[in-house]
């Protein structure tokens, strides 16, 4: 946060809320899966990669929105940025899952600016306990985005080799991100606050497959 200037900050906060819910997501890298359009799916199979997407969109702006607000209170310079760096990486993931979700003619959660607004507030209450908490934090997200990710890799219709390419993608570079907020000295939390994460993830997952 920029001590001294909170109406900056305040401003700063709503841009980038703003930006994330509403503007089209900004991704530095193309989706993975290849340039050329991927080939229709059956209606079944369509509507079904269609429910797990939008998951994984949603999935990806609370993502975005969590580390907003752990560097909004961060203790130190060195964890501001890097959360802030953490959220520019998610920015590519939502891309890549917005992409996705025009092509299976879908649209994203209709509850997104909720799910922002709350895992902000989650992000922020993160950060009271301390950068090396909120790092705990971050690498506790990851590993459960993870776990997450594993069980949509297992439940995507086979014939959707594109959503399959960008959930891979997106798999590995989680992990590579639980394990940047390790070695930043990330300490790990206690198990009521892992399972309290765990049924949030839960409530808004199986939310956002259908609203
Ligand atoms: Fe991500
Ligand atoms: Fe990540």
Redesign the pocket.
């Known amino acids: 946060m920029v001590s001294g200037r909170p109406l900056d900050s305040a401003i700063a906060v709503a841009d980038r809320a703003l930006r994330a819910v509403f503007a089209p997501a900004r991704s530095s890298r193309p989706a993975p899966g290849g340039a050329a359009a991927p080939p229709p799916l059956s209606e079944t199979d369509r509507r079904s990669a269609a429910g797990l997407m939008r998951v994984n969109h949603t999935?990806?702006l609370a993502?975005q929105a969590l580390y907003h607000g752990q560097a909004l209170l961060a203790r130190s310079e060195k964890t501001r940025a890097l959360l802030m760096e953490a959220a520019r990486?998610?920015s590519d993931?939502l891309a890549w899952c917005e992409t996705r979700l025009k092509e299976l003619a879908a649209r994203p959660s209709l509850l997104n600016p909720l799910w922002y607004a709350g895992s902000f507030a989650i992000g922020a209450l993160a950060a009271l306990a301390g950068d090396r908490a909120s790092l705990g934090f971050v690498a506790e997200t990851e590993r459960q985005?993870e776990g997450h990710l594993d069980a949509h890799l297992g439940r995507l219709p086979a014939s959707d080799a594109r959503s399959r390419a960008i959930l891979e993608t997106?798999r590995a570079?989680?992990v590579a991100?639980g394990a940047t907020a390790s070695s930043a000295g990330a300490v790990p939390l206690p198990q009521p606050v892992r399972a309290l994460m765990r049924r949030t993830a839960t409530l808004m997952t199986g939310t956002a497959y259908w609203i």
């Open positions: 999935g990806e993502a990486a998610e993931h985005v997106m570079e989680e991100h």
